[in-house]
């Protein structure tokens, strides 16, 4: 099979790949920790478009140092910046939509779906350009997910019967 990836140069790679795992394991990290902990549709809205804006920026920036640091050429620190901001920024909004529409409670089973899927669709596409197992691989990001949802929930849970 040819590489899934392959019409895309590797700072544009670079800067999608971060930027989609890393929006949606934070995204859904913080859906996940303020739900259990307050319940509030409105908090969740709140820290949903609030990490969007900056964690797109901090992890844009950090990418921009991280490449800077390499010595890499201009075109390729501005890309890997550029795409890392786009896609970390439209990755934590695509959470948004559900709890706008939905009861919060299907809301965060719709985003854990999507966040799921959007693991899995690009861990496959990194397995088939790596030439791995596409099921080693999507297991091992969705058990890195899994921790995260798994750690918020606790989290989120101590919060609440202690803070509240």
Known sequence: MKNPLSFLSFPIKTGIGFGLISGTLTTLGLIVGIYFSTKSTLAIIGGIISIAIADAFSDSLAIHISEESKSSSSKHVFLSTVFTFISKFLVGLIYLPAFLIFHPDLALLIDI????????????????????????????HLFIAFLVICLTYFLGVFINENFS
């Open 113 to 140: 779906f999507l966040g799921s899927f959007l693991i899995i669709f690009y861990s496959y596409l990194i397995a088939k350009q790596n030439n791995s197992s596409p099921l080693y691989t999507i297991g091992e």
